[in-house]
């Protein structure tokens, strides 16, 4: 049985995809089913939703469209989450690489760096950086991979320890291979599998921490993001709740959805393992 | 049960007496005010110097002019506006070189030793000039201040120095504090900057860093059976929306300066007990102004600036962003000012169609994008107001071809960039009038000060015409003559547009419906609470 099937048997991976296959439509529709700029004043302000259908969930205290805000809030969150996912895992596995191959005092140097990094809790060092950097989107992403990087590297090398034992690397030892070509050709792509699988948590876990710090203030002023949404909303929280709510289940619903597909991914290829 | 009866001539002479009551001006029927309890009030800052007579801020004042008091008061029906504290009397002579105070006799410092008019001179003469943020302005020609007797205090000043502008100052800048406590000590650093000592109506017992202040009753205070209640404790609530749950729950009295959100008053209004006051900050309004910097060649451009002017709806900002809690403005002076304000100036109307052509005139034209420049904006952290009529300036340039990108920074941040660092084009600041230009409004076009001083023209712009009014205004010592000065001042700067006079607004109090006699003058919140009572 294919790893799709198998994947696609597990109602929660399937909603969790459903989920994210919505988010990623959202994100790719948002300029063309909402052209204008997403931060410029549609309407009267702080119109509830469901009175005006070309405004459909109303608007904010400035008289912003809500849903434009949400589509375009869409984009900024997967692509932060997305990029903050990336470049931790690209960090994570090739320390992790080195040290597990290189082994001796470059892996006691690299691994209590990483520990160093693992004590700090990774919210506070995301929000030190950008306030010392500057909010842009480009800070935000380094931000949340500083403090995430760290989980891809432990896994990474643990499993590089494992292959680094294995007959074939043994072999391309024998035949001259440089020590380095080894690590990033042979060993690194088959220790990627079980760090992949974490990509779902930081994936989820970056979408959050984008969000604090927008809510916080310290997001791209020039950008809509769903934390900055829930922190306008926060003023009038109590006139005009759906203005945090809104965003709120955006998030959570997006959060959900990528832990259920990574979440399933997971099964998926376990049990492919168990049958194999 | 004879007691309970209601008679029929009881009920029409309670009727005739509210009928007369209703009549009869606010101040001159009181009920008797209830003597005691505890008035408690939210505090969103600890300041880190209280000392009013240094730090002239409202964050201190709100604090500590409970404690220490100025030579005069605020008033809303007085001569000139002001009502006697530790002075009685205030008279100018003729050559504007000398002010004479006649000072309050029987008024004792909170450690039982007598005030004088030695403790006026000093906290002249080593404090308010050489110390003072603002003081240090008004009183930079005070010479000398002789003091006759004990209870006369003549300022001497080595220029004329228009009486007016003294008058005007007394009640932020003239918080007198006891030459027995500072004298030989370095000042600034004082301890008794944070364990106040004063003449006022209350004493500060007791702070406890994060949670609260609490001020006793002074008995031996100058006021005739004053202050009526024995305790203000300020609880800090540095969240904003902490404030409003609080007095709903009947945990706080009282929230000043706006420290319930605009957007939640219309909801608060209607809870039983509780009222909105939008009176009692006369005194202290905030203006919305966006500082340009000249340096930017673009900016540098009269039309280009007019073109900005046009192209912000001072209305949708009074009603979306302020609620309607503010007025749009019309200059550098705000409408509610009786003395100087002129309506007599070149306006704006919003017409995004006009700002286009003058920005077309001016030979910035749109790209394929749509774009003519790029522009950094800097909305002072300081409000939510300013901050969200940053996120509409932006808006309100896009539609004239203008990018705008926020910069969003700190408090420290922000007043080091735009202060010190001039790293902006656009930025959204929130002056304050304090009752005569002088004092705090010609600073922010006068040109020639020095990198670095807040609130003060950074931009680099710079009008000999405009300097030689201020310059010519701070010398001339009848009222009349001076006025007319700065009537010509707002009329330069709206054309010239240094700046841009978007909005003014003040803040809102919150209060249970216990409290009497709230907002009772244009520096309530700020002023000594004397006569402020709990009904019980």
């Known amino acids: 049985m294919s790893l799709l099937r198998r994947f696609l048997r597990t109602p929660e991976a399937v909603a969790g995809a459903l989920i994210l296959a919505a988010l990623v439509a959202m994100a790719l529709a948002a300029p063309l089913l909402f052209p204008r700029d997403p931060l410029s004043i549609a309407g009267p302000a702080l119109l509830p939703p469901f009175q005006d259908w070309s405004l459909p969930l109303g608007t904010d205290r400035l008289g912003r469209d809500v849903l434009a805000e949400l589509f375009h809030g869409a984009r900024t969150s997967i692509a932060v989450g997305l990029a903050a996912a990336a470049t931790s895992i690209a960090i994570g596995a090739t320390v992790g690489t080195l040290a597990g191959f290189a082994g001796g005092l470059t892996d006691e140097v690299l691994m209590r760096i990483t520990d160093a990094f693992q004590t700090v809790p990774g919210f506070l060092l995301a929000l030190a950086f950008v306030s010392v950097v500057g909010p842009s989107l480009a800070v935000v992403v380094i931000a949340i991979a500083l403090g995430a990087w760290t989980g891809p590297a432990r896994v990474a090398r643990a499993e590089v320890l494992s292959i680094r034992e294995r007959d074939y690397v043994a072999s391309a030892r024998v035949i001259g291979m440089h020590p380095l070509e080894i690590a990033f050709r042979e060993v690194l792509p088959n220790a990627l599998p079980p760090v992949l699988a974490l990509s779902s948590i930081i994936v989820a876990a970056a979408i959050l921490v984008e969000a604090a710090l927008s809510f916080l203030g310290l997001g791209d002023p020039n950008r809509v993001t769903w934390g900055g949404m829930i922190a306008e909303g926060r003023a009038v929280l109590r006139s005009a709740p759906f203005l945090s709510i809104i965003p709120g289940i955006a998030l959570v619903l997006t959060v959900l959805g990528v832990y259920l597909a990574g979440e399933g991914f997971v099964e998926a290829s376990a049990a492919r393992k168990r049958q194999s | ?536």
Do not use: C
């Open chain 2, 1 to 536: 049960m004879s007691d309970f009866r209601i008679s029929r001539r009881g009920v029409l002479a309670g009727s005739a007496f509210l009928l007369a009551s209703t009549a009869l001006p606010g101040t001159l029927w009181a009920q008797t005010p209830t003597k005691g309890g505890r008035l408690i009030v939210a505090s969103d800052s600890e300041p880190r110097n209280l000392n009013p007579a240094i730090v002239a801020s409202n964050g201190v004042f709100f604090i500590a002019s409970k404690v220490i008091e100025p030579l005069a008061e605020a008033s809303f029906d007085s001569k000139d506006g002001l009502e006697p504290r530790l002075a009685v009397s205030w008279e100018g002579s003729e050559d504007g070189r000398s002010v004479t105070f006649k000072l309050r006799e029987n008024v004792t410092w909170h450690d039982g030793k007598p005030f004088t008019s030695a403790d006026v001179a000093f906290s002249a003469l080593q404090v308010w000039k050489p110390l003072q943020n603002l003081g240090r302005v008004v009183f930079k020609d005070l010479e000398a201040v002789d003091t006759p007797d004990a209870h006369t205090a003549v300022f001497r000043f080595s220029k004329p120095t228009p009486f007016q502008l003294i008058r005007n100052a007394l009640p932020a800048l003239t918080s007198v504090v006891a030459k027995h406590i500072y004298e030989g000590s370095d000042i600034a650093e004082n301890p008794a900057n944070t364990a106040l000592v004063g003449t006022g109506p209350f004493k500060l017992a007791e702070h406890k860093a994060g949670e609260y202040y609490r001020l006793e009753r002074n008995d031996k205070y100058w006021g005739e059976g004053e202050p009526h209640l024995d305790e203000i404790v300020y609880r800090v609530l540095p969240d904003r929306a902490a404030a409003a749950g609080a007095l709903e729950a009947e945990e706080i009295h009282l929230a000043a300066f706006s420290a319930v959100p605009l957007a939640d008053l219309a909801r608060i209004s209607k809870v039983p007990g509780i009222e909105v006051v939008t009176k009692g900050y006369e005194g202290l309004t905030y203006q919305l102004v966006v500082e340009i910097n000249h340096r930017r060649k673009e900016l540098a451009d009269l039309k280009v600036r007019q073109a900005i002017a046009h192209a912000i709806d001072k209305d949708f900002v009074v009603k979306t962003v302020f609620l309607g809690y503010a007025a749009p403005a019309t200059g550098p002076v705000p409408q509610n000012d009786k003395q100087f304000y002129t309506k007599d100036v070149p306006a704006y109307a919003f017409d995004p169609a006009k700002a286009n052509a003058l920005l077309d005139e001016a030979g910035y034209k749109r790209d394929a994008n749509g774009t003519r420049f790029k522009l950094k904006l800097l909305p002072a952290p300081y409000f939510n107001e300013t901050k969200q009529f940053g996120d509409y300036l932006r808006q309100a340039l896009a539609a004239i071809g203008i990018d705008a990108q926020i910069v969003n920074n700190d408090a420290a941040a922000h007043q080091k960039a735009v202060y010190t660092d001039h790293d902006f084009d656009l930025a959204v600041a929130p002056p304050v009038f304090r009752g005569d230009p002088a004092i705090s409004t010609t600073i922010l076009v006068q040109s020639g000060i020095p990198d670095g001083v807040p609130f003060s023209n950074q931009g680099g712009y710079k009008n000999a015409e405009i300097d030689a009014l201020i310059e010519k205004a701070s010398e001339t010592i009848d009222a009349e003559a001076r006025t007319g000065l700065y009537r010509e001042f707002q009329k330069k700067v709206v054309e010239d547009l240094p700046l841009i006079n978007v909005a003014e607004w003040s803040f809102i109090t919150v209060a249970r419906d216990t409290v009497k006699n709230v907002s009772n003058n244009p520096r309530w919140a700020v002023s000594n609470w004397a006569d402020t009572y709990l009904e019980t």
